[in-house]
């Protein structure tokens, strides 16, 4: 028989039992005190409870069973029941920052839309198959990235379920990762930059001047950024990114810094964004403001459609997009020798390896990068009269 014990600064009952010899400790989602019911109600459910957990991780019963028999005895004494996976995802409290919170809301409606019925189902009732049709579905219809952005979105809540006590294990473990499909947009030139900085629409101007001038910043950053970040005496940008909660300090540029200066006085200080058009726009249909630098790119001849085709489906994306003047901004500070870690730094990347991933290259500079490298290889040598000597014979 398990038994209970009191955490300092927690509020539901923990379980306390021994599996093989080892100790474990779970909660059991039993709260000390609750409305409506006396500490020895609260304190016998969570028995019922604790009892349930330690029988099916020593397995001492079939599961099922164990499930039912425990779930009939806790409903006869007034227990919270096990919820089902719908309302335990729309109850989850989601943790970060406003951008993952948003990918964590739209991976737990996609899950609960293609689970359709099974979703009404308790949350002990999903099943590992269940959760690899799923992640098989939406690998068929979309990148492999966003497939794993899926799969660690709904884990999140399954392992929160574990730790509550109403599962022993969650029903993603096992569950494999499509395989990534070769799909790179490509690199923006030079050129291609001059021109958007000079023919397009002045409040895309702007965006593209910001985001590079900070280094690749997200669109959504770009697009929401304040007056409030911008210290003009330090000639520093400091905030915290959406997808992230990242910090990042970027040293501003002059050129930067002149525009920015420029927009403020025709705002005479009464707006809190920088640009609030696209402040509006983002806040409002967040997709809207990436079609339309799309649709921009498309119109100047500076990027078309491409075709991305997998086993049951495809679709048309663009070869470039706003998210390319990340990698732009990446590749040219690595190409002008800059430092992984001063990258890492500026970009906002949390690792190393995050920041290779946006590195870009092409045969111009691999040929420059060769031309080095033989230089090193075969100074005084090539040319010398013991190496033309070793030709001749």
């Given at each position: 028989m398990a038994s209970l014990e009191k955490r300092e600064g927690r509020k539901s009952w923990y379980a306390v039992f021994y599996v093989n010899g080892k100790k474990v400790r779970k909660g059991t989602g039993v709260n000390i005190k609750a409305v409506g019911y006396t500490a020895a109600q609260l304190k016998k459910m969570a028995q019922i409870q604790a009892d349930r957990m330690e029988a099916l991780a020593r397995g001492d019963v079939m599961l099922d069973k164990q499930m039912d028999a425990l779930r009939a005895a806790?409903?006869?004494?007034?227990?919270?029941?096990?919820?089902?996976?719908?309302?335990y995802l729309d109850n989850f409290d989601i943790a970060g920052g406003?951008?993952?919170?948003?990918?964590?809301?739209?991976?737990?409606?996609?899950?609960?839309?293609?689970?359709?019925?099974?979703?009404?189902?308790?949350?002990?009732?999903?099943t590992r198959e269940m959760c690899q049709n799923f992640i098989d579905?939406?690998?068929?219809?979309?990148?492999?990235?966003?497939?794993?952005?899926?799969?660690?979105?709904?884990?999140?809540a399954f392992n929160a379920a574990v730790r509550d006590g109403y599962?022993?294990?969650?029903?993603?473990?096992?569950?494999?990762?499509?395989?990534?499909?070769?799909m790179k947009r490509e690199l923006f030139t030079h050129e291609e930059i001059r021109r958007m900085l000079t023919e397009f629409p002045q409040?895309?101007?702007?965006?593209?001047?910001?985001?590079?001038?900070?280094a690749g910043q997200r669109i959504g950053d770009c697009a929401c950024l304040k007056w409030e970040y911008?210290?003009?005496?330090?000639?520093?940008i400091c905030?915290?990114?959406?997808?992230?909660?990242?910090?990042?300090?970027?040293p501003m540029l002059p050129q930067l810094a002149t525009r920015l200066r420029e927009i403020q006085e025709m705002q005479e200080g009464e707006e809190t964004y920088v640009l609030p058009e696209m402040a509006w726009k983002y806040q409002r249909a967040r997709g809207t403001l990436s079609s339309e630098f799309i649709t921009l790119l498309k119109g100047m001849g500076i990027a078309e459609n491409m075709t991305v085709k997998s086993s049951n489906d495809q679709r048309n994306v663009s070869t470039k997009s706003f998210h390319g003047l990340r990698n732009y901004a990446v590749t040219t500070l690595r190409d002008a020798g800059v430092g992984e870690d001063m990258t890492c730094a500026l970009v906002g990347h949390e690792n190393?390896?995050?920041?290779?991933?946006?590195?870009?290259?092409?045969?111009?500079?691999?040929?420059a990068a060769m031309q080095k490298f033989g230089n090193i290889l075969f100074a005084d040598y090539w040319s010398s009269e013991s190496y033309a000597s070793a030709r001749e014979a």
């Open positions: 806790a409903d006869a004494t007034g227990g919270a029941k096990v919820p089902s996976l719908k309302d406003e951008q993952n919170r948003s990918n964590v809301k739209r991976a737990f409606q996609l899950f609960v839309a293609y689970l359709g019925a099974d979703s009404l189902k308790r949350l002990d009732r999903i579905y939406h690998a068929a219809r979309v990148s492999a990235g966003t497939v794993r952005r899926y799969k660690c979105s709904i884990a999140s599962l022993m294990r969650s029903p993603l473990n096992g569950v494999s990762l499509p395989k990534d499909r070769p409040a895309w101007r702007d965006m593209v001047l910001i985001c590079l001038g900070t911008i210290d003009f005496e330090r000639g520093v905030f915290d990114t959406q997808k992230t909660g990242y910090g990042v300090e970027i190393i390896q995050q920041d290779r991933a946006y590195y870009r290259t092409n045969i111009r500079k691999k040929q």
